[in-house]
T-cell receptor
Framework: GAGVSQTPSNKVTEKGKYVELRCDPISGHTALYWYRQSLGQGPEFLIYFQGTGAADDSGLPNDRFFAVRPEGSVSTLKIQRTERGDSAVYLC????????????FGPGTRLTVL | LAKTTQPISMDSYEGQEVNITCSHNNIATNDYITWYQQFPSQGPRFIIQGYKTKVTNEVASLFIPADRKSSTLSLPRVSLSDTAVYYCLVGDMYSSASKIIFGSGTRLSIRP
């Protein structure tokens, strides 16, 4: 498809488990963003990639969260030792160049930690 | 770091013009203003972006006064499908993405 895709759409896991969330950005978009959205709140920035490198990871809440984008396209957000407070919708967005350009969002992955 | 303030919710009727105002008193010289729309169970969708004065596209207009301390998103002749959450955000055109803050948005409800 032409848009940003995210898999899985829903993920239910148990406290303490490890999860991986995948994002396929729009082809040719160099910038990729991860956000987390809790119910009734706006998206909260987590990390921004420009190409293969993380240009800004200041939004990652702690060292249990990690993201990679090894070939400058697909990105994976990894969460270790999940906690109930990690439950949220995780959104991915991509943009053509980065700052100042329109971000295209995926539908999100709803993570539920039991 | 510019922070935005928007009304929590607004109601209107089909066919009306809706104006949503956002305050960003601490906006910096390099900051641009962007509005996104979000439907339930979907990611946000870009509506419009501007730096100063007025910007218009096929779906909305954005009015920005000279001091840039606020901006107004104008939706002409709304329909039921415009019911959504609208986010105003400001971001530095030359710095990292972390300065882009969405806030809680304005929940717009359109009635028949």
């Amino acid at each position: 498809g032409a848009g940003v895709s995210q898999t899985p759409s829903n993920k239910v896991t148990e406290k303490g488990k490890y999860v991986e969330l995948r994002c396929d950005p729009i082809s040719g978009h160099t910038a990729l963003y991860w956000y987390r959205q809790s119910l009734g709140q706006g998206p909260e920035f987590l990390i921004y990639f420009q190409g293969t490198g993380a240009a800004d990871d200041s939004g990652l809440p702690n060292d249990r969260f990690f993201a990679v984008r090894p070939e400058g396209s697909v990105s994976t957000l990894k969460i270790q030792r999940t906690e109930r407070g990690d439950s949220a919708v995780y959104l991915c967005a991509s943009s053509l160049k980065g700052q100042g350009t329109e971000q295209f969002f995926g539908p999100g992955t709803r993570l539920t930690v039991l | 770091l510019a922070k935005t303030t928007q009304p929590i919710s607004m109601d209107s009727y089909e066919g009306q013009e809706v104006n949503i105002t956002c305050s960003h008193n601490n906006i910096a010289t390099n900051d641009y203003i962007t509005w996104y729309q979000q439907f339930p169970s979907q990611g946000p969708r870009f509506i419009i972006q501007g730096y100063k004065t007025k910007v218009t596209n096929e779906v909305a207009s954005l009015f920005i006064p000279a001091d840039r301390k606020s901006s107004t998103l104008s939706l002409p002749r709304v329909s039921l499908s415009d019911t959504a959450v609208y986010y105003c955000l400001v971001g530095d055109m030359y710095s990292s993405a972390s300065k882009i803050i969405f806030g809680s948005g304005t929940r717009l409800s359109i009635r028949p």
